[in-house]
């Protein structure tokens, strides 16, 4: 009974983190860096291989020469994360254009990612980093009692594998174009 109760705090902690951080404001990528985003910014992004919805494998070297968006989501199937997969979805030919790829990470399995992505017909990879390897890498896993989840933030990734930009706080509504917006901007310097 006692772990049942768990469970059920967990689930609802986790629908409420998604719903909460859904809503928070992201800082334009020009404003000045937390320290967060300077552990990471002008670094090599952490390697990583990882199987997507269709148990294709990805490692970020066979991206180099390509911007890579590596964004992180709490949870498939969650209200915050479906309005941010779609708003990647809906923007990805952008993102194609740009010579930049979009992966979307959580630590849900393959399993969910392909009913998530089929249901939403996805056109970008998303990542099964269920063993919490790379999100570990990367400082963005969040203990919710028995349940983890990744935070949702976002790294840019240069055409080189350096890390440019970390968007700490992401806005589902806004955020797919902001990063286009910045990819843009870093790609004129």
């Not at 983190?17 to 670094?43: E, L, M, N, R």
């Not at 498939?76 to 010579?99: H, R, V």
């Not at 080189?160 to 968007?167: A, E, I, P, R, S």
Request: glycine letters at 6%; a positive charge; aromatic letters at 10%.
């Amino acid at each position: 009974m006692k772990i049942m109760q768990m469970a059920t705090i967990s689930l609802i902690s986790l629908g409420s983190f998604c719903a909460i951080s859904s809503a928070t404001y992201a800082a334009p990528a020009f404003s000045s860096a937390s320290s967060d985003q300077k552990q990471w910014v002008g670094k090599p992004a952490p390697s990583f291989k990882l199987q997507d919805q269709n148990a294709k494998w990805h490692e970020l070297k066979q991206y180099q020469g390509k911007w890579v968006v590596l964004y992180f989501y709490p949870k498939d199937d969650s209200p915050g994360c479906t309005q941010e997969a779609n708003q990647f979805k809906a923007l990805y030919p952008q993102f194609s254009k740009n010579n930049a790829v979009v992966l979307g990470v959580s630590l849900d399995d393959v399993q969910s990612h392909q009913k998530f992505s089929k249901k939403l017909g996805l056109n970008f990879p998303i990542l099964a980093d269920n063993n919490h390897q790379l999100a570990n890498q990367l400082g963005i896993v969040r203990n919710l009692g028995i349940a983890k989840i990744a935070k949702r933030e976002t790294f840019l990734i240069d055409p080189q594998g350096t890390v440019v930009y970390h968007y700490s706080s992401v806005n589902t509504q806004t955020h797919a174009g902001q990063v286009l917006a910045d990819i843009q901007k870093f790609s004129k310097k």
